[in-house]
């Protein structure tokens, strides 16, 4: 069985960069398609990213280029930067895995497996 388990900093301060790993267990990451999904206080799922198993990416579009999602085949590991940061990128992120993409966010039901998510609050 699949287990998808995120790790991250916590706190970051504005302007500065969010670094989020995603370890995988049960599962090859060359395999299905791996997402990053975010929560922000009071507010809905919002899709970040994703990267599939031959390694393409694709974001949201409101990111502006700050969102770089990578992986870490010896380790199992998908990565995400989020480059210069303010409050509104405060939220819960998660990794999640799925079995098709549509560019952009699935319907929750869809992703077949989720990390407990991890808080990352940006703050002076």
């Known amino acids: 069985q699949v287990h998808l388990q995120e790790s991250g900093p916590g706190l970051v301060r504005p302007g500065q960069t969010i670094s989020l790993t995603c370890s995988v267990s049960?599962?090859?990451?060359?395999?299905?398609?791996w997402h990053w999904i975010r929560q922000p206080p009071g507010k809905d799922l919002e899709w970040v990213g994703t990267?599939?198993?031959?390694?393409?990416?694709f974001y949201h579009p409101s990111l502006n280029s700050r969102a770089s999602i990578s992986r870490d085949t010896s380790k199992n590991h998908i990565n995400l930067q989020l480059n210069s940061v303010s409050p509104e990128d405060t939220g819960v992120y998660f990794c999640?895995?799925?079995?098709?993409?549509?560019?952009?966010?699935?319907?929750?039901?869809?992703?077949?497996?989720w990390g407990q998510g991890t808080q990352v609050t940006v703050s002076s």
């Open positions: 049960g599962e090859s990451i060359l395999t299905h398609y």
């Open positions: 999640a895995r799925s079995a098709y993409v549509n560019g952009g966010m699935l319907k929750r039901e869809e992703y077949d497996a």
């Open positions: 990267i599939g198993y031959g390694g393409t990416t």
